[in-house]
Structures are given as structure tokens and as C-alpha cells.
């Protein structure tokens, strides 16, 4: 098992910018990719950045492109989400959340969140207008 904590969230002005942190703790070594996602209220879960542990490379959902950077330090077993340039629509409670082993996945499963294992309890994000 793989256990997240989520940290970072709060209240900023549009425009703004937050930091979200992701701590891991457990079979850390078994981790494969950690991912970022959000849902507001009323909708449905989203995907927003991902990262694969090994290689550090990322992927991101068009509507974050060029304002967040998905980012780990790997001696810290911690994900990282810069998110700058905030705008209303950002709002949402934004959980981590980690496949572990499993080998390279098709393209665009790890957009979806039925393909993690393990989730963190959430962070919540208020960007004001």
C-alpha cells in the first residue's frame, strides 16, 4: 500500500498562484506514476498533470498547459504541483494519485482515474475572481 497526504490548498486571488504538495509513504518504491486531479462541485472528477516517478516525464491536460508544472523529488517520495496564473474555473478540491509497478500503460490511460491505485484525501483550492 501507498499512503498520500495531500497539502497546499487555500484561498487566492485570480491570477494568483499555489504550490500543492503530494507526501508519499509505504511501498514508495513500488511507484510507477503519480498523477494530479480536481472535481468541483457537480462535476465529475478531472484529470490534470502526471508524472512517471522514474523518468520524470509529464503530461498535462490542455486547460493547465503552460500555467501548472507537475514536478517530484524523489528523496522526499513528493509530488509537486506549481499552479500559477489561477483563474475561477481552477476551483476545486484537487486530490494525488499513485499507480504502482504496472509497466507502461496505453496512451491516455493514466488521464483516467480508474487507472491509480491509492488516492489522497484532497486539497481544497479557492481561486476568488
Known amino acids: 500500500q501507498v499512503q498520500l497526504v495531500e497539502s497546499g490548498g487555500g484561498l487566492v486571488q485570480t491570477g494568483g498562484s499555489l504550490t500543492l504538495s503530494c507526501a508519499a509513504s509505504?511501498?514508495?518504491?513500488?511507484?510507477?506514476?503519480l498523477g494530479w486531479f480536481r472535481q468541483a462541485p457537480g462535476k465529475e472528477r478531472e484529470f490534470v498533470a502526471r508524472?512517471?516517478?522514474?523518468?520524470?516525464?509529464?503530461d498535462y491536460a490542455d486547460s493547465v498547459k503552460g500555467r501548472f508544472t507537475i514536478s517530484r523529488d524523489n528523496a522526499k517520495n513528493t509530488v509537486y504541483l506549481q499552479m500559477n496564473n489561477l483563474k475561477p474555473e481552477d476551483t476545486a478540491n484537487y486530490y494525488c494519485?499513485?499507480?504502482?509497478?504496472?509497466?507502461?500503460?496505453?496512451?491516455?490511460?493514466?488521464?483516467?482515474?480508474?487507472?491509480?491505485?491509492?488516492w489522497g484525501q484532497g486539497t481544497q483550492v479557492t481561486v476568488s475572481s
Open positions: 508524472i512517471t516517478w522514474s523518468t520524470g516525464l509529464t
Open positions: 509505504g511501498r514508495t518504491f513500488d511507484m510507477n506514476r
Open positions: 494519485a499513485v499507480k504502482v509497478s504496472g509497466g507502461n500503460p496505453v496512451y491516455g490511460l493514466s488521464r483516467q482515474a480508474l487507472y491509480y491505485d491509492y
